[in-house]
């Protein structure tokens, strides 16, 4: 059984920065397979922020987020991070740690459709 649990979020102003961690159930490096966080702010749809390809870590950022977050895994642990930088109120959301270890073909990819593990998520609170 896989599982994901993240950790890391909480409140902080507009301009601040957060670390979340999400700590995996197993140890993935494979070209087949992603890691990634995606984010559900209240009222819209989960949408991908960023993900990685466990193998040769290629990753794939959405356009909102480029320049502000960082996406990255400590070579042979079992935890994927997401830095949040110069945060903004519109960040204000649930954050979500996925694994895709199907192999999809599609990685790194931010379509939720080929993620089938997913942890239970990380608020994060973003006050301007």
């Known amino acids: 059984q896989v599982q994901l649990v993240e950790s890391g979020g909480g409140s902080v102003q507009a301009g601040g920065s957060l670390r979340l961690s999400c700590a995996t159930s197993?140890?993935?490096?494979?070209?087949?397979?992603?890691m990634g966080w995606f984010r559900q702010a209240p009222g819209k749809e989960r949408e991908g922020v960023a993900v990685?390809?466990?193998?040769?870590?290629?990753?794939s950022y959405d356009d909102s987020v480029k320049g502000r977050i960082i996406i990255s895994k400590e070579p042979f642990e079992n935890i994927l991070y997401l830095q949040i930088d110069a945060l903004k109120p519109e960040d204000t959301a649930i954050y979500y740690c996925?694994?895709?270890?199907?192999?999809?073909?599609?990685?790194?990819?931010?379509?939720?459709?080929?993620?089938?593990?997913w942890g239970q998520g990380t608020q994060v609170t973003v006050s301007s």
């Open positions: 990685m390809r466990t193998g040769d870590g290629d990753t």
């Open positions: 197993v140890y993935t490096y494979s070209m087949s397979h992603c």
């Open positions: 996925a694994a895709d270890l199907g192999g999809s073909g599609h990685c790194p990819s931010l379509v939720e459709a080929d993620f089938e593990y």
